[in-house]
């Protein structure tokens, strides 16, 4: 199967910096996908990696390593607004391009 | 605005009863898909269509149907079938794969269901 890995829930303080793991398998990667989900709401588009390296926009940057099948979402400066639920999703070309999604990773964001 | 709008918001349904979630689009989207979010789950497809009057089963078909007659609608009908429906529903589009539009689905404000 392709089963995307993601914490399940991470804790961090207001202003800090906060790393998101994600992992996936490698067969038939076309390109990676960052979320945010806040409680009861649709998500919306972060970043999209399919090149290795660092994709900087503003406080939130995304990294991708396809030889590991490895990404990671950095949050730099956090605000308590960033409290919510971080989805990472895969694209593979033998899904017919369909993206795979990992569970979630609830943010919790403390003063 | 260019967006998905997904109606209703909240609906509940009686045991054996239908029921159809609305999603349309005004983005000049080829490819609109249907999932479905449980607590503590990532999003599973439930059915997806590239082109109008064309539509393929996701992952989780069963208990559900689609129709795909005009480009910007795609509603998802929950049949009594489906044995376990309470879950958040989301509605999305996808632009051209190659295009910049294309490496990005984007989402409807969600419908939550609930069976009474």
């Known amino acids: 199967g392709q089963n995307i890995d993601q914490p399940t829930e991470m804790t961090a303080t207001e202003g800090a910096i906060v790393q998101i793991n994600c992992t996936y398998q490698t067969s038939g990667f076309n390109g990676l996908f960052w979320y945010q989900q806040h409680a009861g709401e649709a998500p919306t588009f972060l970043s999209y990696?399919?090149l290795d390296g660092l994709e900087e926009k503003g406080r939130f940057s995304s990294f991708l390593s396809r030889s590991k099948g490895y990404s990671y979402l950095l949050l730099k400066e956090l605000q308590m607004k960033d409290s919510a639920s971080y989805l990472c999703?895969?694209?593979?070309?033998?899904?017919?391009?369909?993206?795979?999604w990992g569970a979630g990773t609830k943010l919790i964001i403390k003063p | 605005d260019g967006g998905i709008t997904q109606s209703p918001k909240y609906l509940f349904r009686k045991e054996g009863q239908n029921v159809t979630l609305s999603c349309e689009q005004n983005l000049n989207h080829d490819a609109m898909y249907w999932y479905r979010q449980d607590p503590g789950q990532g999003l599973r497809l439930i059915y997806y269509?590239?082109?109008?009057?064309?539509?393929q089963k996701g992952d989780i078909a069963e208990g559900y149907s689609v129709s795909r007659e005009k480009k910007e609608s795609f509603p998802l009908t929950v049949t009594s079938a489906q044995k376990n429906p309470t879950a958040f529903y989301l509605c999305?589009?996808?632009?051209?794969?190659?295009?910049?539009?294309?490496?990005?689905?984007?989402f409807g404000e969600g419908s939550w269901l609930t069976v009474v």
């Open positions: 999703a895969v694209r593979y070309m033998d899904s017919n391009y369909q993206l795979i």
């Open positions: 999305a589009s996808r632009g051209v794969l190659g295009t910049g539009d294309g490496n990005t689905i984007y």
């Open positions: 269509s590239q082109i109008v009057n064309d539509f």
């Open positions: 990696n399919v």
